[in-house]
Nanobody, 125 residues
Framework: QVQLVESGGGSVQAGGSLRLSCAAS????????MAWFRQAPGQERKAVAT????????YHADSVKARFSISQVSSENAVYLQMNSLKPEDTAMYYC??????????????????WGQGTQVTVSS
């Protein structure tokens, strides 16, 4: 059974930085996609950034490009999200997700079949 555990959320002022971490256990397939999604109250859960272990390709949503960066340590089945220049509109619950097996970079919720419990990120102005 694949389990995802997130950490690193919290409260920060606008312009600050946070780093989210996600560790996956129970992974038996080397072909994996991992991602960070976020969901604010009353809004749809959408991908922030995703990474495909097969070729290292990544996706970043337009709203976070140049501010957020996803990275993966394949040997540890871990994924990180470095968030810089945070804005109040980045406030949301952030979820780690994994797609197993994965053969191409996924960018929508339906591409992912495992989810963490979420970690709250709050950015104050």
């Amino acid at each position: 059974q694949v389990q995802l555990v997130e950490s690193g959320g919290g409260s920060v002022q606008a312009g600050g930085s946070l780093r989210l971490s996600c560790a996956a256990s129970g992974v038996t397939d080397s072909s994996i996609c991992m991602a960070w999604f976020r969901q604010a109250p009353g809004q749809e859960r959408k991908a922030v950034a995703t990474v495909y272990s097969g070729d290292g390709s990544t996706y970043h949503a337009d709203s976070v490009k140049a501010r957020f960066s996803i990275s993966q340590v394949s040997s540890e089945n871990a994924v990180y999200l470095q968030m810089n220049s945070l804005k109040p509109e980045d406030t949301a619950m952030y979820y780690c997700a994994a797609a197993l097996p994965c053969y191409a970079l996924g960018t929508i919720r339906a591409d992912y079949n495992y989810w963490g419990q979420g970690t709250q990120v709050t950015v104050s102005s």
